[in-house]
């Protein structure tokens, strides 16, 4: 969902520039949605399954080409925080008053991270891929 307020002015200070071989012999946390989505989002094929293949590739090359070790992060349970974050977003495109919004669940208590079947399903087989490769998530 990516990150708001001034945390990226924070890290500005610990900012540097590096080349691929910075990568070399790292662990790199890749957001799976992420590749995910840029994928459905920018190239409409008739691929079967695109998503593997695209976890496939990219996972082979921070490996082989940048010699980079890939931990997947996919999205868990969201907080009470971000689900009222969600709904007020949904209300606002909807044209419905903010006042209207519901009661905000206990804390812990989230909404479920089930966005649509067909993501949620890719997200399962792209995990699956990793689980087959050996990469943790």
């Known amino acids: 969902m990516g990150v708001g307020g001034n945390f ?6 610990y900012a540097r520039n590096e080349g691929f071989d910075f990568l070399r012999n790292k662990r790199v946390a890749v957001d799976l949605s992420f590749w995910i989505v840029q994928h459905n989002n920018a190239i409409k094929t008739h691929v079967n399954k695109p998503h593997l ?8 090359n921070l490996f082989s080409k940048f010699g980079a070790f ?9 907080s009470s925080l ?4 969600r709904i007020a977003r949904f209300f606002r495109s909807s044209g419905i008053e903010l006042t209207s919004l519901p009661v905000p669940p206990p804390p812990g208590g989230g909404v479920s991270a089930e966005r649509n079947s067909s993501f949620s399903k890719c997200v399962q087989e792209c995990v699956e891929l990793a689980k087959l490769l050996g990469i943790p998530y």
């Open 70 to 78: 890939p931990v997947f992060v996919v999205d868990g349970t969201p």
């Open 8 to 13: 990226w002015d924070l890290l500005k200070p």
């Open 82 to 85: 971000k689900s009222q974050a």
């Open 53 to 60: 293949r695209l976890t496939f590739f990219r996972t082979v």
